[in-house]
């Protein structure tokens, strides 16, 4: 009866619960997943086939290129390009009352063309920062210190080195003193010591021990001779 509640086939609801049926799953869209039905007989989907040939080619090509890598010979250093010809500079050097002329870069230092370009070795080369004094050479007289110069700046100039301070086999009275008094035990600091010492007495002032060691305080001596040293350089000075 259309009455009683019951389920009848115009009513839809269930009966003695009033909810309606929930619909019949359609074929495909069960309530284990959403995805394509599967392909029958086992066969592989495209989409299946594609990912498979997709990560085997990018497989192949990783393989490849580390073998290639592993089997390539480290590559050679670059050799340093050498330094165009217009770089160097003709500079013209008066030493010891000789007239040098040489090929220099700019930035060569005149302590570098003494010893390299003309093997005038007794310039020591020492911190090349200035600091010990083992470079020192004369320019115009003056007390310099070669490894802060640069050979450019030093053209048209008088320089002396310590091979130039003799006149033949006769000493300058400054070397005299130094071997008297034994004013050096290693040697390397000796020719900057003396270079100093000549430039400090050539105005035959007489100073004191304690003026002495000021003005010799820029050139070291790492054997410690410096009681040695201030000795001979007061005798210089009376020579």
């Known amino acids: 009866m259309a009455g009683d509640g019951g389920a009848g086939p115009g009513?839809?609801?269930?009966?003695?619960?009033?909810?309606?049926?929930?619909?019949?799953?359609?074929?495909?869209?069960?309530?284990?997943?959403?995805?394509?039905?599967?392909?029958p007989g086992g066969a592989l989907s495209r989409r299946t086939f594609l990912t498979a040939t997709l990560a085997a080619a990018a497989l192949l090509l990783l393989t490849g290129t580390a073998a290639e890598a592993a089997e390539a010979p480290a590559a050679a250093p670059a050799a340093p390009s050498p330094r165009p010809a217009d770089e160097l500079r003709p500079v013209t050097l008066r030493i010891n009352g000789q007239s040098h002329r040489?090929?220099?870069?700019?930035?060569?230092?005149?302590?570098?063309?003494l010893r390299e370009q003309l093997h005038l070795t007794g310039t020591k080369k020492g911190c090349d920062h200035g600091q010990c004094g083992a470079c020192t050479v004369h320019i115009d007289g003056q007390s310099a210190l070669s490894c802060l110069t640069l050979a450019v700046m030093s053209e048209g100039r008088a320089i002396t080195t310590i091979e130039g301070l003799a006149r033949g086999e006769e000493l300058h009275?400054?070397?005299?003193?130094?071997?008297?008094?034994?004013?050096?035990?290693?040697?390397y600091c000796t020719p900057g010591q003396i270079m100093a010492a000549t430039a400090l007495v050539q105005d035959r002032q007489q100073r004191s021990a304690a003026e002495i060691r000021e003005a010799m305080s820029g050139n070291?001596?790492?054997?410690?001779?410096?009681?040695?040293?201030i000795a001979a350089i007061q005798e210089a000075q009376r020579a």
Not at 11 to 37: D, F, L
């Open 11 to 39: 009513n839809p609801a269930r009966a003695g619960t009033g909810r309606p049926r929930s619909p019949a799953p359609r074929p495909g869209h069960g309530r284990r997943g959403v995805g394509p039905p599967p392909v």
């Open 102 to 113: 040489l090929q220099l870069e700019p930035r060569v230092m005149l302590l570098d063309a």
């Open 173 to 187: 009275p400054v070397q005299e003193a130094f071997v008297k008094h034994d004013a050096f035990q290693c040697g």
């Open 220 to 229: 070291l001596c790492r054997c410690a001779a410096y009681a040695n040293i």
